[in-house]
Every structure is written in C-alpha cells, then in structure tokens.
C-alpha cells in the first residue's frame, strides 16, 4: 500500500473505500479495489482527495477484510457462523445453546501475532442461541500477509481447534433428596422445586424424585432405582457438610461412582460434590442452593449439560473467579463468578 496524489493514481485500484456525505447520504463513492480513471480526479477533489491509498505491486500485502475473512476460515465452529467483513472485523455467533471452550492457549498465540486481535468469550461459557461468541481483526488497514499464513499454520497444526461449541445434550436425571427432617414430613423439602426450576432451562427429563432419611443404604438404593429407570445425571441434595451423620457422600461411594471432588474453592456451594458412575454425572448440592439464586451448581450443570467432563483440574482453577458478589440483582452468567 502506498500514498500518493490522485492526479498520479489514475490506473491503480484502491486499498479502500472512500466515503461520501452529501444531502444526508452516507456510504462508499468509490469501494476498495475500484481502479480510478481520469475522470474521477475531479470527485475525489470534491471529496478531499487530494491524496489516496493504492495498492504495491509484489509488496505482500493484505487488506483487513481479506484477512478477517481468512482468519475466520482458519478457526470454523460447528453449532455457529461468522457474519461480514463489517468495518474490517469478523463475528462469530451461537446457532445453538450449548457451552462454549476456547482453546487458550492457542488465542493468546495468534494475538501474539503482529497485526492480529482476536476477542473472545470466556472459556466455558454458557451461551444462547445468536449469542456473539468471538470477533477477529487486524488492527491496520493493511498487513503483511506473511501474518496471516503464520496465523493458518498455528490453527492448522492445532489439533483441538480455536474454538468450540458443545451443544448441550438431552440428559434423563434422577433426584435423591436426603435428611430424616424432610424424610418424616417435619420440615417441607425446599430442594426439589429449586432443581427441577433450574434443571426446566436445559434438555432435561427428571425421571424420578426420591425422599430418603439419613440412610446409607436406602439413599444407593434410589439411586440405583432412577438409574434402572434410565437416569444418566443423578442429582443428591441434603447430607454434605463435613458433620458425622452427613452420610450423602458415603452412599455415593457405596454405588461404586469415582468421586471427583467433595469440596470445591468456589462460594456458594462450597462442599459441591461430583462424581460419576461410569458415564453417569452425579453432583452433590449443598444447602446454599436453597437460599441463593446462583451457586456452584449452576456453573457446573451447563458441563453436565455438554457433555465435558468434569476433572479435579477444572474444579481447582475455579478458585479464581470462585466467589460470589452476591449483587443485589443476580446477572450470571454474565459476571465473574465461575469463570476458569
């Protein structure tokens, strides 16, 4: 790309657009790569023209809507599209509700990249449908074209991909609501409308709700009941503070699950438990469920939801990010909570 005077430019194709106002018009008088002739000299001079910017010959450059556009070819996502180039930037956004992952590392490799800026979503990330996942740009006019092959390289060498979105899966879950208080009708459970309020807003069928006292084995025998009857999330509530006769997480193990953790540096919902069962995710919720509009069970069932499995990793970096405000009006997921 180079600057030079209109009266010098006739023949050369232009390396932008030139925008016009004129009785409340606004818009392109001359578009990016039409080839100014004699008589446009006069126009651009009504413009302000008296200088504009063409295209080198072998300079190995690249315009920022043919590298938004290449960029966005490196980086596809099934579930979502990209829309433009609009104003030198490519979008990307949700075709689906489901869990979005970046690969971080990655995006911090391309943003690396001289003249690339690549904006994103958090990592895991529960996003709607026609949600704006990630923008992509370069920050000149031009650049060298040489960054964006280094770009397609790094997304192409990359096996996992920059970014993903895992739709979230129809799941059959069963509820096991724990404690004799609830078991003998002297206090009225508050669990069960909480979870079945927060289970309505993904693909979910709730194929039984069990009530069981302070019993081992009664409370793995309901378990075992909704897993015959097809369960493949089992949801515990009650019983999981660290007290003696909290014996939730006992049953659990007797049902032969691995637990991930039971304990999580998150707040609320603290002494979250998860496990699984072979293929069956199973969570343990805490009391603060009851009381609380946004816990650790909501950050953890859009991974559930999406298929991810749940690792010890993941739970240990919740810890930043891991504590509520607890604001006035609750805006999650749109806050720092739960966010790794």
Same mark, same amino acid.
């Given at each position: 790309?180079?600057?030079?005077?209109?009266?010098?430019?006739?023949?050369?194709?232009?390396?932008?657009?030139?925008?016009?106002?004129?009785?409340?018009?606004?818009?392109?008088?001359?578009?990016?790569?039409?080839?100014?002739?004699?008589?446009?000299?006069?126009?651009?001079?009504?413009?302000?023209?008296?200088?504009?910017?063409?295209?080198?010959?072998?300079?190995?450059?690249?315009?920022?809507?043919?590298?938004?556009?290449?960029?966005?070819?490196?980086?596809?996502?099934?579930?979502?599209?990209?829309?433009?180039?609009?104003?030198?930037?490519?979008?990307?956004?949700?075709?689906?509700?489901?869990?979005?992952?970046?690969?971080?590392?990655?995006?911090?490799?391309?943003?690396?990249?001289?003249?690339?800026?690549?904006?994103?979503?958090?990592?895991?990330?529960?996003?709607?449908?026609?949600?704006?996942?990630?923008?992509?740009?370069?920050?000149?006019?031009?650049?060298?074209?040489?960054?964006?092959?280094?770009?397609?390289?790094?997304?192409?060498?990359?096996?996992?991909?920059?970014? +993903?979105?895992? $739709?979230?899966?129809? @799941?059959?879950? /069963?509820?096991? !609501?724990?404690?004799?208080? #609830?078991?003998?009708?002297?206090?009225?459970?508050?669990?069960?409308?909480?979870?079945?309020?927060?289970?309505?807003?993904?693909?979910?069928?709730?194929?039984?709700?069990?009530?069981?006292?302070?019993?081992?084995?009664?409370?793995?025998?309901?378990?075992?009941?909704?897993?015959?009857?097809?369960?493949?999330?089992?949801?515990?509530?009650?019983?999981?503070?660290?007290?003696?006769? +909290?014996?939730? $997480?006992?049953?659990? @193990?007797?049902? /032969?699950?691995? !637990?991930?953790?039971?304990? #999580?540096?998150?707040?609320?919902?603290?002494?979250?438990?998860?496990?699984?069962?072979?293929?069956?995710?199973?969570?343990?919720?805490?009391?603060?469920?009851?009381?609380?509009?946004?816990?650790?069970?909501?950050?953890?069932?859009?991974?559930?939801?999406?298929?991810?499995?749940?690792?010890?990793?993941?739970?240990?970096?919740?810890?930043?990010?891991?504590?509520?405000?607890?604001?006035?009006?609750?805006?999650?997921?749109?806050?720092?909570? /739960?966010?790794?």
């Amino acid at each position: 790309m180079k600057k030079i005077e209109v009266e010098r430019a006739v023949g050369m194709e232009l390396c932008h657009d030139i925008t016009a106002m004129k009785d409340g018009f606004k818009g392109a008088a001359f578009r990016r790569g039409h080839v100014i002739r004699e008589e446009d000299i006069p126009a651009l001079l009504d413009l302000g023209k008296r200088t504009v910017f063409v295209w080198e010959a072998n300079a190995g450059e690249i315009h920022e809507e043919d590298a938004a556009l290449r960029m966005a070819a490196a980086a596809p996502v099934q579930g979502a599209h990209y829309i433009g180039p609009s104003e030198g930037k490519m979008q990307l956004i949700a075709d689906v509700r489901g869990m979005f992952r970046v690969n971080t590392d990655l995006l911090a490799r391309l943003n690396a990249i001289g003249d690339l800026t690549i904006a994103s979503l958090p990592d895991h990330y529960p996003v709607e449908k026609g949600k704006a996942l990630a923008s992509m740009r370069i920050v000149p006019l031009v650049t060298q074209e040489e960054q964006i092959l280094q770009a397609e390289a790094l997304c192409r060498d990359d096996n996992e991909g920059l970014f +993903d979105l895992r $739709p979230y899966r129809h @799941r059959k879950a /069963g509820i096991v !609501i724990t404690g004799s208080e #609830v078991y003998t009708g002297r206090v009225k459970d508050r669990f069960e409308p909480v979870v079945r309020e927060k289970l309505a807003a993904y693909p979910c069928d709730i194929v039984g709700v069990s009530l069981c006292d302070d019993d081992e084995a009664m409370i793995r025998d309901a378990a075992r009941t909704h897993i015959d009857a097809g369960a493949d999330f089992l949801i515990f509530t009650g019983g999981m503070s660290v007290d003696p006769d +909290d014996i939730t $997480p006992s049953a659990v @193990r007797s049902l /032969g699950a691995e !637990i991930i953790s039971h304990g #999580v540096p998150s707040q609320p919902g603290n002494m979250t438990l998860v496990a699984y069962l072979g293929d069956i995710a199973i969570l343990g919720v805490p009391g603060a469920a009851i009381h609380l509009p946004t816990t650790v069970f909501d950050v953890l069932l859009p991974h559930v939801f999406s298929g991810d499995k749940i690792e010890r990793s993941d739970l240990i970096r919740l810890g930043e990010g891991g504590l509520c405000q607890l604001c006035p009006v609750c805006h999650f997921p749109n806050c720092t909570f /739960g966010r790794y």
